[in-house]
């Protein structure tokens, strides 16, 4: 595979990541605040189905396309915006996995209430806050990591 390729593959597989996760988190977050139950749940249902389908795969891509371009590149890993870039990607993973449990958690929780008609529990509440606050951080990483992608330096810092 050449580099154009594999770099078009890379910028793809980094927009389909963000623009999944932005979106995802945008339709969830306007359902929880609906505070319609039914929509709650078949939203939940739909952003779980999408990070398995879309985001699992991108994440694991990323890195591996990232060292792949690196090496081709001759860019040692060590490279300032690259360790940088990973650090970030790091923490947004460190954000994400207990997203996906709280998402997980938070489609039990919204179809059994759905089920059974009921207001959803205070507990998914307390899971929505939570899973709206780890997505900040990792929403800001992963734009870091954008800007360092198109940049290759890290802002004030040598090439």
Not at 62 to 75: C, E, M, V, Y
Request: proline share 6%.
């Amino acid at each position: 595979m050449t580099y154009t390729v594999l770099k078009t593959l890379h910028i793809l597989s980094m927009v389909l990541l963000f623009g999944i996760g932005l979106g995802s988190a945008y339709y969830k977050w306007m359902a929880d605040r609906s505070g319609q139950v039914t929509h709650i749940a078949v939203t939940n249902r739909h952003v779980v189905r999408a990070d398995w389908v879309f985001t699992t795969p991108t994440v694991i891509f990323q890195p591996l396309s990232g060292w792949w371009l690196a090496h081709l590149a001759g860019w040692p890993l060590s490279t300032p915006w690259i360790t940088t870039s990973l650090a970030l990607y790091a923490l947004a993973g460190a954000c994400w996995l207990p997203v996906v449990w709280l998402q997980l958690r938070m489609q039990a929780l919204s179809a059994a209430a759905a089920a059974a008609h009921t207001d959803l529990p205070p507990a998914y509440w307390r899971m929505a806050r939570a899973w709206f606050w780890l997505g900040v951080p990792a929403f800001m990483a992963m734009v870091w990591v954008v800007v360092l992608m198109v940049a290759k330096q890290v802002p004030g810092g040598p090439s």
